[in-house]
């Protein structure tokens, strides 16, 4: 057991039940061309996050833990992606439509795939999920449980949508979770900070917050 110096209290790591969950790094959310920018984003905020999370995903290796990245993608016919998705707003292209990296948010294209700075290895595991949450519509939770898993460590994008969803999803299914702040990013910083706020206000009633060097320290 490692403590981590977290917010709003310490967080106890247990190394041997921890899970790193790196959350939709992919070109179509941090390259320009891709989902991200045609929702109308600057997608280059989100490339700073890049040598943070590469360092947390090489500590979590480099301890022999479990690592898992997730993609936010669909399949070629869409058959799961729900009209409600697909339609809404007025985006310049959307889910399915041809774009400078692919088909826009399709499995199998350049753009849905992991940038390759966060390239996962043989052994890591890759979930490609339909919605928001990582839990939802996928064998996350089996994998997981089946693996002895209690403790997740949250990275990715963005803070306040799939990160966010995806830990609430944890919390209530059991789940210890902490953040990785400087390894997560918003395109709206004041939506960064307020999620980080809300999940760790009310004693952490989502979950618990520290910097990528802690989390690392504690793993070594
Ligand atoms: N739009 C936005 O902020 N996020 C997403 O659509 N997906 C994820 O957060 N991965």
New binding site residues.
Partial sequence: MATIKARPFDFNLEPEKTALIV??MQRD?VEPGG??ET?GNDVTRLQAIIPATAALITGFRKAGLTIVHTR?CHRPDLADCPPAKKDRGNPKLRIGDPGPMGRILVSGEPGADIVPELYPVEGEIVIDKPG?GAFYATPLGDMLKERGITQLVFAG??TE???QTTMREANDRGYECLLAEDATE??FPEFKKAAIDMMTAQGAIVGWVAPVSSIVEALS
């Fill in positions: 959350i939709d959310f989902f991200g929702l936010e928001k994008v963005t949508v799939c990160v918003s395109y």
